[in-house]
């Protein structure tokens, strides 16, 4: 029913889970040193997308994102902002805040575990001492690194042959490791700084976290693993020879990636330093404006952004506002929406790869008949708010007074959202509405 490109293959996949009705989902998160981008914010709009169609066709998925909230790159804001690089988690804490501001911001429903590495480096240190014994990883001094070539399939995700692989920029060289291509699975620091280990003190290393914390939260053994295409080499490749090398089985059945952003031609990247990061965006564009534009375009495709472009896709999101905002949208499971002829002709594109293009397309195609028919107003209703994540509130002119009661009523539907009771979320969403409340107002958040 559901097909998924998978990376690994490079082949379109119909998905089945490895335990019927049950999915287990990881997705890697960001490192909380900077403020989240847009690149962010399409990655993890996907991967919303991708568990709540999940949830749609009946699958009880649990769905995993962590946070790198022990890295070089946050040791160095520390250093600079605070003057200490140990003072790193301040620099985290008030970094992840602003993620989940985002997050909710783009009505992304939160994940069932965000684990943050520095909570689990007992559970890090065990993985990297099994590697150890089974001869996959080896100590220098007080570093430990990965042995690639101990790992016969290495390059198989990228499409890299290991004999061929250039040492750049991402591959960390030293004369203390066997191979330039070794990666660091455990970094030594200074005696009595981080976390103390078997081969002294120090840190871990930015691969093994995730292999860490997906064997730990889900299985050694996962359904999907997803991310942005620049994960995958070294990254996702490396956490397939960590896990696989320890556990002796697949990692990953489904390894999806979602395309790049393009800025003026460019791959978005902070090392060309043409960023825009979500709160700067969200304060010249509605947030399920930004939504709406992530899901235009199909997840693996590039995407062009530009404030023009965005300016052009609002007039679409508008239209779907005035055609199916007012009103509530009834409850629906996939057999009840797949008996509609033209919602079944929606799903169908949906389910090929999250073809969002494809079922948006439809939906103009037959927009009026759709308005007309109201059980097919109410499915498009239950979709475009449920399974899309679009509110279709109104765009908001103009800022209101958050009085206690109206911060009520959004904390409570917030934990309506979060337990998954979309009818009652629709009921104060209409009652803030009356209000002249935005719930998705940046001020709001």
Request: proline fraction near 3%; include cysteine; aromatic fraction near 10%.
């Amino acid at each position: 029913m559901l097909k998924l490109t998978d990376t690994l293959s490079g082949k379109k996949k119909l998905f089945q889970s490895i335990t019927p009705g049950k999915v287990l989902m990881y997705v890697c998160g960001i490192t909380p040193y900077d403020r989240a981008h847009i690149g962010h914010g399409r990655c993890y709009v996907v991967f919303d997308l991708l568990y709540r169609v999940l949830m749609l066709l009946g699958y009880n998925v649990t769905y995993v994102r962590n946070f790198t909230d022990i890295d070089d790159k946050l040791l160095k804001r520390a250093e600079q902002q605070l003057g200490d690089k140990l003072r790193y988690k301040e620099i985290a804490d008030t970094f992840i805040k602003s993620f989940h501001d985002d997050m909710r911001a783009l009505d992304n429903i939160k994940p069932n575990q965000e684990p943050r590495v520095t909570d689990n480096i007992d559970l890090i240190i065990d993985f990297v001492q099994g590697l150890i014994n089974k001869g996959h990883a080896y100590v220098v001094n007080n570093d430990v690194y990965f042995d690639v070539r101990s790992f016969k399939k290495y390059g198989e995700l990228s499409k890299r042959n290991i004999d061929e692989l250039l040492v750049g920029a991402r591959i960390d060289v030293s004369e203390k490791k066997k191979d330039p291509l070794d990666f660091a699975l455990w970094k030594g620091e200074a005696e009595g700084t981080f976390w103390k280990s078997p081969w002294g003190y120090g840190r871990p290393g930015w691969h093994i976290e995730c292999s860490t914390l997906a064997s730990y939260y889900l299985a050694d053994h996962i359904d999907i693993h997803g991310g942005g295409l620049d994960l995958i080499f070294p990254h996702h490749e490396n956490e397939i020879a960590q896990s696989e090398s320890l556990h002796d089985d697949i990692f990953v059945n489904y390894w999806v990636h979602n395309g790049f952003v393009v800025l003026g031609k460019e791959k978005m990247s902070k090392s060309l330093g043409n960023i825009v990061t979500l709160d700067d965006l969200f304060a010249r564009v509605n947030p399920m404006v930004v939504r709406y534009y992530f899901l235009s375009h199909h997840y693996r495709a590039p995407m062009e952004f530009s404030l023009e472009i965005i300016t052009q896709v609002q007039k679409s999101y508008e239209r779907l506002i005035n055609a199916f905002g007012e009103g509530e949208s009834a409850p629906y499971d996939y057999a009840q929406l797949y008996a509609m002829p033209i919602i079944s002709k929606m799903l169908d594109f949906l389910c090929d790869d999250l073809n969002t293009p494809g079922m948006l397309g439809v939906l103009f195609e037959h927009i009026n008949e759709l308005q007309k028919d109201l059980q097919q107003r109410q499915a498009v209703q239950f979709i475009l708010r449920h399974v899309l994540g679009l509110t279709l509130e109104p765009l908001a002119k103009e800022i209101v007074e958050i009085t206690p009661e109206i911060q009520q009523l959004i904390d409570e539907r917030e934990q309506a959202r979060d337990a998954k009771d979309w009818a009652r979320a629709d009921k104060i969403r209409d009652q803030l509405q009356q209000l002249g409340v935005s719930v998705q107002d940046k001020k709001i958040d």
